[in-house]
């Protein structure tokens, strides 16, 4: 008999999930439910790329053609409602009643809301999905000075995006500095500059009082002194979206808990993506959720269980033309030493090494130079032996190819 695959969401998890089990299912029945408009879509574009047509073919995980050969069905604009689990059923918002044998939750993350006094006035916009930048664009389209809180990557990015499209920008973070979790002092001090460089005005360590206006932004209050603006959009930072399973039999933590297969408490349920926890670790990035679906479909359809193995984060930044990249671990507090380099060009690279691996990098170059790192990051290449404080980072990695290439012969 057939068997029944139902997905909720349409995200990057579900759409990797889904080719899994059609790689190894050619007759399963795969369906795919999103409350989204519109077929899965690069969800990044919406602070990297804001202005350009978020509708475009150009965006989409996988145009259309690509399922109806997969023989994958999308259903967008179908919110699930509720989860059946003893009848192996889920309702959708419409009251329809849909079986399955096998069911995989990705319904990824929500924002944290931006709870200060003013933060429901007209023109405070937070994105997390296309129809919310939709109407942050529409909003801002005759307005000029946007305030971005937030100094993460989200926020960043679309700082960026508003400063190209010739909007006024502020930035407002909580924290001492920019990036904070993907970038030493050195590198967050180095953005922060280029930002103001550009002409947007940054503030870090900012207590951030209220949005201030009649029914919509005329300003926000920081340290005691209003900024004019006439918009408010905020990303400062996401929940895992629990809303499905918060009263059914599945154990949650601070997401879905699933094991090394994805799957959760629940039986024939499996969670991948921005949703999940997974040895209390909680993610929240594309290459994660793509790699967990991936985990996720194969256990689904095989009898054969795979393990997930963490992907390293990898955060790749190229706005205010400063590109750079950061991988693992890059808290100096949790690694046994740093080796640092820097030229009269602005180049700079950090390399964290804990028990004789390179754990992490921070560098200022575009992804392309990523490579080597991250195959030393992921064989857990030692640099045992190595007189690191004499070698450059170059001699290093040098070495470990080396070293490799020896092992290998
Ligand atoms: C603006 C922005 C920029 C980002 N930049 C980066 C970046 O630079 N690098 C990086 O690694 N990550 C980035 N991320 C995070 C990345 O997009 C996520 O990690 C990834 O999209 C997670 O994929 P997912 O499939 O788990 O869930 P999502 O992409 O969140 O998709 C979940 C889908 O489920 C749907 N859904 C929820 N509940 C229901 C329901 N009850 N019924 C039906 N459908 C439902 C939602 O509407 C949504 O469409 C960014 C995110 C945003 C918003």
Redesign the pocket.
């Known amino acids: 008999m057939k068997k029944n695959y139902c997905i ?7 759409v990797h999930a889904a080719k899994a089990i059609r790689d190894l299912d050619p007759d399963g029945h795969i369906a795919v ?4 408009q519109g077929l899965p879509y690069n ?2 574009k ?3 790329d804001l202005f350009a047509d978020l509708h475009s073919e150009k965006v989409l995980i996988k145009k259309g053609k690509w399922y109806d050969k997969q023989g994958i069905q999308v259903f967008p604009n ?3 409602e509720r989860i059946d689990i003893e009848q192996h059923t889920l309702v959708t918002a419409a009251g329809e009643r849909l079986d399955y044998d096998k069911l995989l939750i ?4 929500k924002n944290c809301k931006l709870t200060i006094n003013g933060a429901d006035k007209q023109g405070v916009f937070s ?3 296309r129809h919310e930048a939709d109407a942050f664009k529409a909003y801002i389209e005759d307005k000029l000075h946007v305030a971005i809180v937030g100094g993460g ?2 926020g960043l990015e679309t700082a960026w995006s508003l400063a190209k499209a010739g909007k006024k920008v502020t930035v407002i973070e909580a924290a001492p500095r920019l990036m904070a979790r993907q970038l030493d002092e050195r590198v967050s001090s180095r953005l922060k500059e280029t930002i103001e460089a550009w002409g947007a005005q940054v503030y870090v360590q900012a207590s951030i009082q209220q949005i201030v206006g009649e029914e919509s932004v005329t300003g926000i209050m920081v340290n005691n002194e209003v900024i004019p603006c006439d918009s408010v959009a905020y990303a400062i930072g996401v929940i895992p ?1 629990l ?2 399973v918060l009263d059914i039999a599945i154990e949650t933590n601070r997401g879905i808990v699933v094991n090394d297969q994805m799957e959760t408490s629940g039986t024939d349920i499996y969670a991948a ?3 999940t926890e997974w040895r209390s670790i909680v993610d ?4 994660c ?1 793509m790699e967990q679906g991936k985990i996720a479909g194969h256990n689904m359809a095989s009898t054969e269980a795979r393990d997930y193995q963490r992907v390293i984060p990898l ?2 930044f190229n706005a205010f033309d400063l590109p750079m990249f950061t991988m693992g671990v890059v808290d100096e507090s949790q690694c046994d030493m740093t080796m640092i380099e820097e030229d009269e060009t602005g180049k700079y690279t950090r390399l964290f090494i804990k028990n004789n691996q390179i754990v992490g990098v921070i560098s200022l170059e575009s992804v392309v130079a990523a490579q080597p790192y991250k195959a030393a990051i992921d064989s857990q290449a030692s640099v045992e032996g190595l007189a690191l404080h004499q070698l450059t980072i170059q001699e290093v990695m040098r070495a470990i190819k080396d070293r490799e290439c020896t092992t290998v012969k």
């Open positions: 909720i969401g349409t995200g990057v998890a579900a439910y999103g409350a989204e969800r990044i919406l602070s990297k179908t919110r699930i990705c319904t990824g993350a994105i997390r999905e990557i989200q979206n809303d499905l993506g921005d949703v929240g990035l594309w290459d959720a955060t790749v």
